[in-house]
């Protein structure tokens, strides 16, 4: 039982932190940075200052020079008198493959095979099959499967051969190993259903995903926290408050324990939704239920209290970051961000000229954090020389830097060259991931409350287009704003209420307000 926990744990994690990560990164935030090689050694640094360098074999694994085979580590280590347990294994695979060192891993694992330093089980073959599946493809990891003592094929190691096939994209292979497993009366792992959940998260498969739940009950497999996150942050990726609540309310009634990142999606989709209340209630349950382990959440916090205001809890979430030893830079962008967020530009450029002074600027992120501060209030002089200094670090601007400057241009009233700003962040084109994220979209959202103001609905729209298509504009506060550019412009616009409720806006009485303004330019 222990063996097999030890190895779903091997899934669970890396994909409950690719969740803590895209809430992290400001929910989306310039998603370039999101799962940066920064990143990664930011995971190795934080863990290595707290260990025993000189006790530790994962730490001589990583400091190995590239054309330096495993075999000298293994060495070394047994030279000062240690023996390879298999705890020391699970402990450095775990932190390799945190590192994205897989061939690292796999070199690790063809040599515990090969030397067998203690009594191989299924987890060693497990992990061999995992790194091969990654470096050499999954018709190597079959083969390698049929190699593996009868005794091992069991159901810890077709798991993982599903999964293995799943990281690949073999999805009806995957599914095949599936119906060989019911055939063997092998119980299949909620991870394995969770991965299928995932690639079938894209809006042209996301139909699919109730016949995996029904085929997930068919075969008596029991949805756990990690399941129920998925689903919540697929519903919050769509902007879907209602099917954010539905899927939570079914979590409780399955009495599912919800843990602190189960919080942080709902108190994320609240504050996104500008449902400030009731964010404020799950923030507090993700502060009752954090164990104090994972630096996601406190960088998530400190974003949360910039959008409900908090100064002092900002203030105080940063403290507890400072204090660990390795401060990552995503955290410094955040904490910029927040600070920004609630109007203390000068703390904010203090901790930006803390992360110059502590790190290396490289990333265009850096960048756009300070400058999405100073263009939120116009200033536009000092993000035109950050501007200037970002491109003297060769950090290329990105649509996203852009679409902040011509934010800062409207703001300070320099219309036409906001409209040129513009048009140059169309020629850095956007992948999807960017342009559905929460940055792009509320920066965008605040270009159109400008322009929404001098009546100017032509480019209103423009805009307004890339919000639908987003789903973002299934909140009202979206669509009463377009409405606000009519009722400037003093012009109608029929069947507005019925194409909003159509797209899932629910009026308000504001839209009702602005409704019988605009009606009275019906000619």
């Not at 996601?296 to 809890?313: H, N, Q, R």
Request: with cysteine.
């Amino acid at each position: 039982m222990q063996a097999v926990l030890l190895c779903e744990r091997k899934v669970l994690s890396p994909f409950l932190l690719s969740i803590s990560t895209t809430l992290a990164a400001r929910f989306g935030a310039d998603a370039h940075y999101c799962g940066s090689s920064e990143d990664a050694t930011d995971v190795g640094c934080a863990e290595t200052q707290t260990i025993d360098t000189a006790g530790c074999l994962s730490y001589r694994i990583e400091k190995l020079q590239r054309h330096e085979p495993v075999l000298s580590a293994f060495k070394g280590w047994m030279g000062d008198g240690f023996s390879v347990h298999r705890g020391d294994i699970f402990h450095a695979i775990n932190r390799l493959r945190k590192l994205k060192m897989n061939k690292r891993a796999l070199e690790v694992m063809e040599w515990i095979v090969r030397e067998k330093p203690y009594k191989l089980n299924e987890l060693d073959y497990s992990y061999l099959l995992e790194f091969t599946s990654k470096l050499h493809g999954i018709e190597q990891g079959e083969k390698l499967f049929t190699r593996v003592p009868v005794e091992f094929q069991n159901t810890l190691l077709y798991n993982n051969l599903v999964l293995s096939c799943f990281d690949k994209s073999a999805i009806r292979l995957g599914m095949d190993y599936m119906k060989k497993m019911r055939a063997l009366s092998f119980p299949i792992s909620p991870l394995v259903y969770n991965r299928l959940i995932i690639l079938h998260s894209s809006p042209g498969r996301r139909k699919t995903i109730p016949k995996i739940m029904a085929q997930m009950k068919a075969d008596d497999v029991i949805p756990s926290s990690s399941t129920y996150n998925i689903l919540l942050k697929l519903e919050a990726s769509e902007h879907n408050i209602e099917g954010v609540m539905k899927v939570f309310n079914y979590m409780k009634q399955a009495n599912v324990e919800p843990s602190e990142v189960t919080y942080c999606i709902l108190a994320t989709a609240h504050a996104v939704a500008r449902l400030y209340a009731v964010c404020e209630a799950y923030i507090e349950a993700v502060e009752a239920s954090k164990t104090g382990t994972n630096w996601c959440t406190f960088d998530v916090l400190m974003i949360l209290y910039g959008y409900v205001g908090k100064e002092k809890e900002i203030e105080r979430t940063w403290k507890i970051i400072e204090s660990h030893q390795h401060v990552r830079t995503k955290s410094f962008i955040l904490a910029i961000e927040a600070f920004g967020r609630i109007g203390h530009i000068n703390r904010a450029e203090q901790l930006w000229l803390e992360m110059k002074t502590n790190k290396d600027l490289k990333f265009t992120e850096q960048f756009n954090a300070i400058i999405s501060v100073y263009t939120r209030y116009g200033l536009v002089d000092k993000a035109s020389e950050l501007f200037k200094e970002m491109l003297s670090s060769n950090c290329k601007p990105n649509a996203i830097t852009y679409r902040h400057l011509a934010l800062g241009c409207l703001r300070s009233g320099l219309v036409e060259e906001a409209l040129k700003t513009l048009a140059m962040a169309c020629d850095h084109n956007s992948t999807k991931e960017v342009s559905r994220s929460t940055p792009w979209l509320e920066t965008t959202l605040s270009i159109i409350e400008v322009l929404a103001a001098t009546g100017d609905v032509e480019n209103t729209m423009k805009l307004f287009r890339e919000l639908k298509e987003a789903r973002y504009s299934r909140y009202t506060f979206v669509h009463n704003t377009l409405l606000r550019s009519y009722v400037k412009a003093k012009t109608y616009a029929p069947d507005f209420l019925r194409k909003m409720i159509l797209g899932g806006a629910r009026p308000d009485d504001e839209t009702y307000s602005l409704l019988r303004l605009m009606e009275q330019f019906k000619t």
